[in-house]
């Protein structure tokens, strides 16, 4: 029975064979071919994939050029707003500096009754000083006034220093910072002073006395006085710019004008007295 079994079996491959390595050579090209689909598939669905991601971001590049072309446009225009804004002048701003700085610069007198015995010479030539007998300048004015005359605060400010003034040598002072630029200084002062270093002080407020405790002029012809200097950024400037008084006038110098005018008298009636 095997026997017979195997030669029918034998038989049937001889005879089926080819048709059976055919059937199974087809599955295989069969199988390979829808592998292969498969694999085009997926290719195919790959590349559509970076087509679509290209064209996202192609889209998207091109949005942002116009949002920084947008945004580059708008910085120019406002470039040239602030151009031309700081080409017009402020002209609401430069007139109310110009009306503070005539504001600040009001002085009162810092002696009420007082005369210009020596003017502001910091400028011009040295002039001759009796006291010593030396050529120097007046870095301010000297007030002459009576001891014990008030002095007073010419604007309000803070003491700046009170004591005597040493590299000056023109005796017991008072300092004022009036916080504006500008800064004044009382010397030759009585050295019963009525403010210290600290102090606020106002317009008018008392700070002290005339006196004749200068170094530098006590010897003067005018005698007791205040010397008032101003300072405005760090420098000396001329105080009567800020203050007027009448010119002092030496007593010799009213006897030799009383003199004068007496000869000349005397001369006019002369020669009205020849005429007749």
């Excluded at 030539?125 to 006034?145: C, P």
């Excluded at 008018?204 to 405790?213: D, F, H, L, R």
């Amino acid at each position: 029975m095997d026997k017979n079994a195997n030669n029918k079996a034998l038989n049937f491959f001889k005879k089926e064979g080819f048709y059976v390595i055919l059937f199974v050579c087809l599955c295989i090209v069969a199988t390979v071919a829808s592998i292969t689909a498969n694999n085009n598939k997926k290719i195919a669905s790959n590349q559509q994939v970076a087509l679509k991601e290209q064209a996202n971001t192609a889209s998207i590049l091109k949005k942002q050029q116009k949002e920084y072309e947008g945004a580059l446009q708008v910085k120019k225009e406002n470039l040239a707003k602030d151009k031309a804004l700081k080409a017009v002048p402020n002209t609401k701003e430069v007139a109310t500096t110009s009306v503070s700085k005539t504001i600040t610069a009001q002085f009162v007198k810092p002696v009420a009754n007082g005369l210009l015995a020596r003017g502001y010479s910091k400028d011009i030539d040295s002039v001759v000083w009796k006291t010593d007998g030396s050529y120097r300048t007046n870095l301010g004015i000297d007030i002459q006034a009576k001891t014990g005359a008030a002095v007073v605060a010419v604007m309000d400010g803070i003491v700046k220093a009170v004591g005597t003034d040493v590299d000056g040598q023109n005796g017991y002072m008072v300092e004022i910072d009036h916080q504006n630029g500008f800064v004044t200084k009382y010397t030759s002062l009585d050295k019963k002073m009525l403010v210290k270093k600290g102090d606020k002080v106002t317009k008018e407020q008392p700070i002290g006395t005339v006196a004749n405790t200068s170094l530098n002029s006590y010897k003067e012809d005018y005698g007791s006085h205040l010397h008032f200097e101003v300072l405005q950024n760090s420098k000396n400037i001329d105080p009567a710019k800020y203050v007027k008084y009448d010119k002092y006038q030496p007593k010799v110098t009213k006897a030799a004008t009383v003199t004068k005018t007496t000869k000349a008298a005397k001369v006019t009636n002369a020669t009205k007295a020849i005429n007749k």
